[in-house]
Structures are given as C-alpha cells and as structure tokens.
C-alpha cells in the first residue's frame, strides 16, 4: 500500500506529517505543488533528505479542464523546475489537481516522462466537518495490497486547518497499517 500527500510542502503539516511516518518507519509519497516548493524549498528538500519520493502536482493548484493546452504545459514544466531546483531530483510521478486530467494534462504528463498515479482511497480530509476517526475509517476501509491512500499535508487549497486533523489521523491510519502487517494492536 501507499499513502500520499497533496499540496504542500506546508510549514505545519509537512513536518508533522513527516515526524509521524519517522516515528513509524513508513515511506510516503508527496505530491507538491511549484509555487508552495518555491516559497519553502528546505521542506521539500527535506522530504527528499528523509527518504520520501516526491512528485510533481503542479506549479498552481488549478484544474486542467479550465487551462488551455499551453497553460497545462507550462504548469507542469514550471512545478517540475521547482521540484528539481529544490531538491536536485526531477520528479517521476503526476497526479493533477482535483484527480482530473485534461487530455493535453495527460498528454504533456507524459511526454515528460512523468508517470501518472491517482489513488484508490481517500480520508476526503479537505473537508470543514470531518475528524480524524473519519478520515482514518474511510481512508483504511476494505485496503488492499496496491492500494494508494490520498491525504493532504496541507490546508492551502482546502478548509482551513485541515491539515491538523490530517495529521491525527495519520496516526491512526499508520497503526492500522502496523495491524494489518503485524495483527499487533499499536497504540496511538
């Protein structure tokens, strides 16, 4: 199984999210976005420094749908610098805003050799009105091997704060995993 990140690097989520997955030995994907790896560059060079893959969600948190096939590539190549400038990896995976391709987004993603990954569960964490114990149940239910888990590091495109019940739940999340793996109830 994986579990990603959209969004950040976020000077509050990103870190605590990475304290999390430190404390339990876990790997995690990060899907940033350019401008907010423009503004923090040490957060993402650190996911990198900590072993975590990070991946291109694009210079802008837009949707493809409304870009013109210009707009997308542009997007994508300027998010795709950032990503390199500050960490010194070119990115290897795409996932658009919103989980949306346009056929130019999928098209360019490509040609840049950017391998497209969506998920397959989700905390639907962005939200105003949830807590971690629902993010944690939906993100977890029925998992199988392959599964890819969506969450968000940070609050910049969705309800304000959300991050802070992200991280909670992440906690949760990873001892369910540890149980899966294991049978071993952890705390949490």
């Known amino acids: 199984m994986a579990i990603t990140f959209d969004d950040g690097p976020h000077p509050e989520g990103t870190p605590a999210v990475l304290e999390l997955l430190a404390g339990a030995g876990a790997r995690a994907t990060f899907f940033v976005i ?7 560059p040490a957060l993402a060079a650190e996911i990198v420094r900590q072993g975590h893959a990070i ?4 210079h802008h948190h837009r949707l493809q749908l409304r870009m013109s096939a210009a707009a997308v590539r542009d997007d994508l190549a300027r998010g795709a610098a950032a990503i390199e400038d500050a960490t010194g990896r070119a990115p290897g995976l795409h996932r658009p805003p919103y989980g949306i391709y346009s056929p130019a987004g999928l098209a360019t993603a490509r040609e840049m ?9 989700w905390g639907k964490d962005w939200r105003a009105f949830t807590t971690p114990e629902r993010i944690a149940a939906r993100a977890t239910r029925e998992l199988r091997a392959g599964d890819v888990i969506l969450l968000h590091d940070a609050d910049f495109y969705s309800a304000k704060n959300s991050h ?3 991280v909670r739940a992440l906690g949760l999340i990873l001892a369910e995993l540890k149980f899966m793996q294991t049978g071993t109830v952890l705390p949490v």
């Open 164 to 166: 802070q019940r992200t």
């Open 113 to 121: 050799g950017l391998q497209p990954l969506l998920w397959s569960r």
């Open 34 to 40: 350019g401008e907010q790896v423009q503004r923090r």
């Open 55 to 58: 991946a291109l969600h694009g």
